[in-house]
């Protein structure tokens, strides 16, 4: 079992629509990113979150320890916004802090 | 700053061949790493170090072979080219140790060995 879990594989939305994607993690961190891929292929970080709630633009990132979940929700999705968006954490007490990484979730948003 | 950057963008070798692909970084941070990214998987971390002269074994090390000797330069050495090791490349850095700050990568390195 993967250390890290997306949902959904792959989605795909019209221009306008609030978008959710989720992150469930078994291990336990000390951290949590958000990555955003474009089709180019290059990375770029969105989001690193301990607690709570954080807020960028559009993006919001939120984060429940107990439940050992995250999630990532877009407003007002727009064409621009498609890319691979990857969940990684940084497993507590791991070598160097290192970063685990799910295997992302391939958005697609339509005009 | 110029961030990450990754030399070349493109390669393709022959079995047995050996490379480099070069990383370097300007924001002056200590950590830094190489992942390749497959089809399918996720990021997965081949080495890293945590500062010059200083590098470590990641979860995919075989077949690659990393040195630090300045704080900028990350180069990764493909001492036997294989057809798994076709795959894209990733350099990343960070300001601190490892996933506890926010990561920066480079924009990768697309490698086909035949």
């Known amino acids: 079992k993967n250390e890290v879990e997306q949902s959904p594989q792959n989605l795909t939305a019209q221009e306008g629509e609030f978008i959710t994607i989720n992150c469930s993690y078994s291990?336990?961190?000390?951290?949590l990113h958000w990555l955003q891929q474009h089709p180019g292929g290059g990375i770029v970080s969105l989001f690193m979150?301990?607690?709570g709630k954080k807020k960028h633009g559009r993006l919001i990132a939120t984060i429940n320890i107990q439940e050992k979940h995250s999630s990532l929700h877009i407003t007002a999705s727009h064409p621009r916004d498609s890319a691979v968006y990857i969940c990684?954490?940084?497993?507590?007490?791991?070598?160097?802090?290192?970063?685990?990484f799910g295997k992302g979730t391939k958005l697609s948003v339509k005009p | 700053n110029a961030g990450v950057t990754q030399t070349p963008k493109f390669q393709v070798l022959k079995t047995g061949q050996s490379m480099t692909l070069q990383c370097a970084q300007d924001?002056?941070?200590?950590?830094m790493s190489w992942y390749r990214q497959d089809p399918g998987m996720g990021l997965r971390l081949i080495h890293y170090?945590?500062?010059?002269?200083?590098?470590d074994q990641g979860e995919v090390p075989n077949g690659y072979n990393v040195s630090r000797s300045t704080t900028e330069d990350f180069p990764l050495r493909l001492l036997s080219a294989a057809p798994s090791q076709t795959s894209v490349y990733f350099c990343?850095?960070?300001?601190?140790?490892?996933?506890?700050?926010?990561?920066?990568f480079g924009p990768g390195t697309r490698l086909t060995v035949l």
């Open positions: 924001m002056n941070h200590e950590y």
């Open positions: 291990v336990g961190i000390s951290a």
């Open positions: 990684a954490v940084t497993n507590y007490g791991g070598s160097q802090g290192n970063l685990i």
């Open positions: 990343a850095s960070s300001i601190g140790r490892g996933g506890h700050d926010e990561q920066f």
């Open positions: 979150l301990s607690s």
């Open positions: 170090s945590v500062g010059a002269g200083i590098t």
